[in-house]
């Protein structure tokens, strides 16, 4: 099956700070990324959804300004949190998909990153 | 809105009994179903989808648009079947929405 990697698995930055998740799709080209973030004991939450080469979509309730995802190419897309506070630490999780036909593809997921803002 | 709710947090059994996990949704259109699954330290990956309408690791799952189902389905459970388990909504596999999950847990 695809795979899709995460970089970092784990990081811990200080408030203030800003901090970039990267997300490979590994063995194929994918179209389409999502980010979802999982709050303890709950389920994921879509954030965004990004396509190469154009502006992320992004989930109401969700600040773009502070979520800022690239989607450089058809292999990377980065999230990258701005000024991060205590309260967005959280784990993030990316997936990537692929157009197969008119729909798009299975998602296949990435291990998630753990952020920690102390 | 697309909702997806998954009335049980927690789920125990017994091995070799038969095992099912709740799933409702509320979708004004034609959805596509997932169940999604999570092992022990593992990513989350695809378990099965209704328009593939395959068993998987003896798991099915039958959409019941009457009542707005999804329930997941194995006559009986192994250990190696306990994990999280999330179903899963969207269009066309796009904007995703998850269930709050299950966790099953299989004794021996």
């Known amino acids: 099956g695809a795979v899709v990697s995460q970089h970092p698995s784990r990081v811990i930055c200080k408030s203030g700070t800003s901090v970039k998740i990267e997300c490979r799709s590994l063995?194929?080209?994918?179209?389409?990324m999502f980010w979802y973030r999982q709050f303890p004991k709950k389920s994921l939450m879509l954030m965004a959804t990004s396509n190469e080469g154009s502006k992320a979509t992004y989930e109401q309730g969700v600040e773009k300004d502070k979520f800022l995802i690239n989607h450089a190419s058809l292999t990377l897309s980065t999230l990258t949190v701005t000024s991060a506070h205590p309260e967005d630490s959280s784990f993030y999780i990316c997936s990537a998909s692929k157009l197969s036909g008119e729909s798009l593809d299975e998602q296949y997921f990435g291990p998630g990153t753990r952020l920690t803002v102390t | 809105a697309q909702r997806v709710t998954q009335p049980e947090k927690l789920l125990s059994v017994f091995k070799g009994a038969p095992v099912e996990l709740k799933c409702n949704y509320s979708?004004?259109?034609?959805?596509?179903l997932f169940w999604y699954v999570q092992y022990s330290r593992q990513r989350l990956q695809l378990l099965l989808r209704?328009?593939s309408r395959e068993s998987i690791k003896g798991f099915t799952a039958d959409l019941n648009k009457g009542e707005t189902s999804f329930h997941l389905k194995k006559p009986f459970a192994q250990e190696e079947d306990s994990a999280m388990y999330y179903c899963?909504?969207?269009?066309?596999?796009?904007?995703?929405?998850f269930g709050a999950g299950t966790r099953l847990t299989v004794k021996p």
């Open positions: 209704h328009i």
């Open positions: 979708y004004s259109g034609s959805p596509e």
């Open positions: 063995d194929f080209q994918a179209t389409t």
């Open positions: 899963a909504l969207s269009r066309n596999n796009n904007d995703m929405r």
